[in-house]
């Protein structure tokens, strides 16, 4: 198991972003304005194979980088695990030669709750049964 790297990144930008309350709990909300296509935060965490995600029982927080990685971002200094999902979001999760950012899908204002799509297997496994709680969904 790789040791995390420090994301430059985050340093950067710790204080664009803060964690606050949410429809869903606890939130990623910008407080500066983002423009489309810019990276907002990167998803840090341990690096682990697919051997040691197999004996993972359960993390809501896995986020596969690639055929040889996925990244825990369980770890609350991930302050990029706060971002929570959207059907109609206004970010979305890029892989990068092997590290995921968070970037603007359009342009956000400060107060702004940063979503995105976590994709169709987490759905399935976490949201679909309690139903979608995102803002799209719930028609507001
Ligand atoms: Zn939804």
Known sequence: MKT????????????RVRVGRSS??????ATDLFKKGE????????RLTEMEVGEIVENRYLLQINDRYTVDG???ANIARYA??????NSEMNTVRGRAYLSA???IFPGDEITWNYGRAYFNDFI????????ACRGA
């Not at 869903?24 to 909300?29: E, K, N, S």
């Not at 990276?39 to 341990?46: C, L, N, P, S």
């Not at 679909?128 to 803002?135: L, T």
């Open 4 to 15: 995390d790297t420090p994301s430059l990144l985050n340093e950067r930008n710790g204080t």
């Open 24 to 29: 869903a709990g606890l939130g990623l909300f």
């Open 39 to 46: 990276r907002i935060v990167e998803y840090t965490g341990k």
């Open 74 to 76: 369980s770890a609350r």
């Open 84 to 89: 929570n999902h959207s059907c109609k979001p």
């Open 105 to 107: 899908k359009k342009k």
């Open 128 to 135: 679909k049964d309690g139903g979608c709680k995102c803002s």
